[in-house]
């Protein structure tokens, strides 16, 4: 499968952005998608994961939704209440094997896209 990231941007604290993450493949309602994203300096950072039932990481959650349209092999992640600190490069993921324990391992995924840059001024 294919992945391909979009929807980043610049945009002011408290704003919202929508990310989407288009996928080309069979089979795509197979696999788990998942968002990280990646703050210069620091390490990969789980956000959310979708298959069938969706999970969040503790830092985004209640601000960042993930929903997904399997007809158009495609992930979003609605972010909203947006911060200076969320400003990071964003990337979807997929994995067609990943168990529900690994869902925040980065290398668990093979699929990637190729990154969308969120920057989130004050």
């Known amino acids: 499968v294919q992945l391909q990231a979009s929807g980043g941007g610049l945009v002011q604290a408290g704003g919202s952005l929508r990310l989407s993450c288009a996928a080309s493949?069979?089979?795509?309602?197979?696999?788990?998608v998942a968002w990280f994203r990646q703050a210069p300096g620091k390490e990969r950072e789980f956000l959310a994961a979708h298959r069938g039932s969706t999970h969040y990481a503790d830092s985004i959650k209640g601000r960042f939704t993930i929903s997904r349209d399997n007809a158009q092999k495609t992930v979003y992640l609605q972010m909203n209440s947006l911060k200076p600190e969320d400003t990071a490069i964003y990337y979807c993921?997929?994995?067609?094997?990943?168990?529900?324990?690994?869902?925040?391992?980065?290398?668990?995924?093979?699929?990637w896209g190729q990154g969308t840059q969120v920057t989130v001024s004050s």
């Open positions: 993921a997929a994995s067609s094997t990943v168990i529900l324990s690994a869902i925040h391992r980065s290398e668990m995924y093979p699929y």
């Open positions: 493949g069979r089979a795509f309602s197979n696999y788990r």
